[in-house]
């Protein structure tokens, strides 16, 4: 929206028209870009007349070296595309008079404060009266005292860890500043942390994935680009722009390009709030339909089950002496306990992003499947579906595994519970743990037809008769052995992939002695490996489903499950205490809110 002609005579002596000195820097081609960047040149030239760009860049605080090349490509971007650049670090520029000219707003890396009342007030009403503003890396690094400041670059800077290599997921592939670019962006940068995440009162467009660099804070949702109306005016935020480099790429020159064209009202773009984490919406519903996790009802307390049950595993003596190197923040709770326990285990379940469990069942009639009515009462109050996990009960055999799958269908089927896939034809899961121990299962051809039934294995050739595969391993995801392949034959063969992801394994207070192997969690970095090497079709196969071992397998130390982070004492447990750089109560739900964070990237990734 063009409001006044601009006219050259009305800016301050100090201010310096761009234009005559401005250089050409074309838009060239580039490998990052996901389609070429002289196809986005031609799509981004306007057919209007020029409009004016202001440009600001006073510091009163760090200076970043890299200004003098932000000034440069904002110049050359405006030659090549018709609009003129002023840029000046003389802040009288901010008046109502001087400001009307401008249809957007530039601030350039500038740090702390910069602007007297009188121009803020100026700033203020010429956004809200339909101005447009554009807030690039330091920019939130600006005007701290200004509450209104606040709102209009929406987030103000923390801190930030030294300068590598990230990965940047481009949430929203629509607007005109990310329109050209990919899913993900690998770059290097200065990346910022933010005092308080802005997306609940902004659009994000883009974000970080915290898990490909060292020291970010923001808990795993960490938006790095963001746009939002602001009054009557629109405001543009990008994170990126630190280094002298970055002004060069012709990635982020493009994406500075739309911004600015976008701020002056001269190119459509929706910056309506709203979440644009890939699935968000459905895991707030339901959770992802496509992240399994192993679920284990067969904990037992004298209260409830007349004796203890699993607890003493190793030669222990509960409630506080229990086997397991981690101790459950429900204490040692019982699986019968449907008001209680389970209730609030399907809570933590969709806390977790994780739409189904895997259901741990040992025969029909036993403790386990006593239970499933009621968990699968608790799991329908949570919107959670259940599927099922056929251990190896005494006994088992390929047709009795056929009659469990009718029983299990016949019982619980008609549950709202009850997880049906809808992407593979409403057919109901089961995975069969150590299905290597029988060798011919000729009898599921009776089921598989209605149902899908894994195999727990990557070797192609013990799973004839089976829908697909699925590993368990808690400790194999660190290196992935196998999956590549075996993701690749599930796909050429029209079956499903379902790798497990695990966050740690220790075991040696259940299994006294056994030191060797284990898996430490190392703060969440061992379940980011686990889960990185799943997703990248390089290594994972490209996965129907990710399967997560565990939510609640106490023994072996691999539950998302919240740990106590004070536990008894004297018994040596270990903790979550800083997982993800989270401490306290925090620390407890770490694993719930990072597996929330894949599967929202899961489900991004499939879409």
């Given at each position: 929206?063009r409001r006044?002609?601009?006219?050259?005579g009305?800016?301050?002596a100090?201010?310096?028209l761009a234009?005559?000195?401005?250089?050409?820097?074309p838009i060239?081609?580039?490998?990052?870009?996901?389609?070429?960047?002289?196809?986005?040149?031609a799509?981004?030239r306007v057919?209007?007349?020029?409009?004016?760009?202001?440009v600001f860049s006073?510091?009163a605080g760090?200076?970043h070296d890299?200004?003098?090349?932000?000034?440069d490509?904002?110049?050359?971007l405006g030659q090549?595309?018709?609009?003129t650049?002023t840029?000046?670090?003389?802040a009288?520029?901010f008046s109502?008079d001087?400001?009307?000219g401008y249809?957007?707003?530039?601030?350039?890396?500038?740090?702390?404060?910069?602007?007297?009342?009188?121009?803020?007030?100026?700033?203020?009403s010429y956004?809200?009266?339909?101005?447009?503003?554009?807030?690039a890396h330091a920019?939130?690094?600006t005007?701290?005292?200004?509450?209104?400041?606040?709102?209009?670059?929406?987030?103000?800077?923390?801190?930030?860890?030294?300068?590598?290599?990230?990965t940047?997921?481009?949430?929203?592939r629509?607007?005109?500043?990310t329109?050209h670019?990919g899913?993900?962006?690998?770059?290097?940068d200065e990346?910022?942390?933010?005092?308080?995440n802005?997306?609940s009162g902004?659009?994000?467009?883009?974000?970080l994935?915290?898990s490909?660099?060292?020291?970010?804070?923001?808990a795993?949702?960490?938006?790095?680009?963001?746009?939002?109306a602001?009054?009557q005016g629109r405001s543009?935020y990008?994170?990126?722009g630190?280094?002298?480099?970055?002004?060069?790429d012709?990635d982020?020159?493009?994406?500075l390009?739309?911004?600015?064209?976008?701020?002056?009202?001269?190119?459509?773009g929706?910056?309506?709030?709203?979440?644009t984490?890939?699935?968000?919406?459905?895991?707030?519903?339901?959770?992802?339909q496509n992240v399994?996790?192993f679920?284990?009802?067969?904990?037992?307390?004298?209260s409830l089950?007349?004796?203890?049950r699993?607890?003493?595993?190793?030669?222990h003596?509960?409630p506080?002496?229990?086997g397991?190197d981690?101790?459950p923040?429900l204490?040692?709770y019982?699986?019968?306990?449907m008001q209680?326990?389970?209730?609030?285990h399907m809570?933590?379940?969709?806390k977790?992003g994780?739409?189904?469990i895997?259901?741990s069942?040992?025969?029909?009639?036993?403790?386990?499947?006593?239970l499933?009515?009621g968990?699968?009462?608790?799991?329908?109050?949570?919107g959670?579906?259940v599927?099922?996990?056929?251990e190896?009960?005494?006994g088992?055999?390929?047709a009795?595994?056929?009659?469990?799958i009718q029983?299990i269908?016949?019982?619980?089927?008609?549950h709202?519970a009850?997880?049906?896939s809808?992407e593979?034809?409403?057919k109901?899961?089961f995975?069969?743990?150590?299905?290597?121990?029988?060798t011919?299962?000729?009898a599921?051809?009776?089921?598989?037809?209605?149902?899908i039934v894994l195999?727990q294995?990557?070797d192609?050739t013990?799973?004839?008769h089976?829908?697909?595969?699925y590993?368990?391993?808690?400790?194999?995801?660190?290196?992935?052995?196998?999956?590549k392949?075996?993701?690749?034959?599930?796909r050429?063969?029209?079956?499903i992939?379902a790798?497990?992801?695990?966050?740690g394994?220790?075991?040696?207070?259940?299994?006294?002695?056994?030191?060797?192997?284990?898996?430490?969690?190392?703060?969440?970095?061992a379940?980011?490996?686990q889960?990185?090497?799943?997703?990248d079709p390089?290594?994972?196969g490209?996965?129907?489903?990710?399967?997560?071992?565990s939510f609640?397998e106490?023994?072996?130390?691999?539950s998302?499950?919240?740990?106590?982070?004070?536990p008894?004492?004297?018994?040596?447990y270990?903790?979550?205490?800083?997982?993800?750089?989270?401490?306290g109560?925090?620390?407890e739900t770490a694993y719930?809110d990072r597996?929330?964070?894949?599967?929202?990237?899961?489900?991004g990734?499939?879409n």
């Amino acid at each position: 929206m063009r409001r006044v002609s601009r006219r050259l005579g009305r800016a301050p002596a100090a201010l310096v028209l761009a234009l005559a000195a401005a250089l050409t820097v074309p838009i060239s081609a580039s490998s990052g870009s996901a389609r070429a960047a002289s196809t986005e040149e031609a799509d981004a030239r306007v057919n209007t007349a020029p409009y004016d760009v202001l440009v600001f860049s006073k510091t009163a605080g760090f200076r970043h070296d890299s200004i003098p090349a932000g000034i440069d490509a904002l110049r050359g971007l405006g030659q090549e595309q018709g609009f003129t650049v002023t840029a000046t670090e003389d802040a009288t520029a901010f008046s109502p008079d001087n400001l009307s000219g401008y249809e957007a707003v530039v601030f350039l890396s500038t740090t702390g404060d910069v602007l007297n009342s009188a121009q803020q007030d100026a700033l203020q009403s010429y956004v809200d009266s339909g101005g447009g503003y554009v807030g690039a890396h330091a920019a939130a690094d600006t005007e701290y005292d200004w509450p209104y400041y606040g709102q209009l670059v929406g987030a103000w800077f923390k801190s930030h860890p030294a300068i590598q290599q990230a990965t940047v997921v481009n949430e929203d592939r629509t607007h005109p500043a990310t329109s050209h670019l990919g899913a993900t962006w690998t770059r290097t940068d200065e990346w910022y942390n933010y005092r308080a995440n802005p997306r609940s009162g902004v659009h994000v467009l883009q974000s970080l994935d915290e898990s490909t660099y060292s020291g970010g804070e923001m808990a795993g949702d960490h938006p790095i680009t963001w746009c939002h109306a602001q009054g009557q005016g629109r405001s543009f935020y990008t994170g990126l722009g630190h280094t002298a480099e970055s002004y060069a790429d012709p990635d982020f020159r493009t994406l500075l390009l739309g911004a600015v064209r976008w701020a002056a009202g001269q190119a459509p773009g929706d910056c309506t709030h709203r979440d644009t984490r890939p699935a968000k919406k459905a895991a707030a519903e339901e959770g992802s339909q496509n992240v399994h996790l192993f679920y284990y009802p067969w904990y037992g307390s004298p209260s409830l089950n007349g004796s203890w049950r699993h607890w003493p595993q190793g030669g222990h003596t509960p409630p506080d002496d229990v086997g397991a190197d981690y101790y459950p923040a429900l204490g040692a709770y019982d699986s019968g306990d449907m008001q209680g326990a389970v209730a609030q285990h399907m809570k933590w379940v969709r806390k977790s992003g994780a739409g189904v469990i895997v259901y741990s069942w040992w025969g029909r009639d036993g403790y386990e499947d006593q239970l499933a009515k009621g968990v699968l009462d608790a799991a329908a109050k949570e919107g959670v579906k259940v599927a099922w996990h056929l251990e190896p009960y005494s006994g088992r055999t390929a047709a009795s595994t056929v009659s469990d799958i009718q029983y299990i269908n016949d019982t619980y089927g008609s549950h709202p519970a009850f997880h049906r896939s809808a992407e593979h034809g409403d057919k109901p899961a089961f995975y069969v743990f150590e299905s290597l121990r029988i060798t011919d299962w000729t009898a599921l051809d009776e089921v598989t037809d209605n149902n899908i039934v894994l195999a727990q294995t990557t070797d192609t050739t013990k799973i004839a008769h089976f829908s697909g595969m699925y590993t368990y391993d808690g400790i194999a995801g660190a290196t992935a052995p196998g999956w590549k392949q075996a993701g690749d034959y599930a796909r050429a063969h029209d079956l499903i992939w379902a790798p497990s992801v695990a966050p740690g394994y220790i075991d040696d207070r259940a299994v006294p002695g056994n030191t060797t192997p284990t898996l430490d969690r190392a703060n969440g970095t061992a379940y980011d490996k686990q889960w990185n090497n799943a997703l990248d079709p390089a290594i994972g196969g490209s996965p129907a489903w990710v399967s997560v071992t565990s939510f609640n397998e106490w023994h072996e130390g691999s539950s998302i499950e919240p740990a106590d982070g004070s536990p008894p004492a004297g018994h040596g447990y270990l903790t979550f205490e800083g997982a993800y750089g989270k401490t306290g109560e925090a620390a407890e739900t770490a694993y719930l809110d990072r597996t929330a964070y894949w599967a929202s990237r899961f489900d991004g990734m499939r879409n």
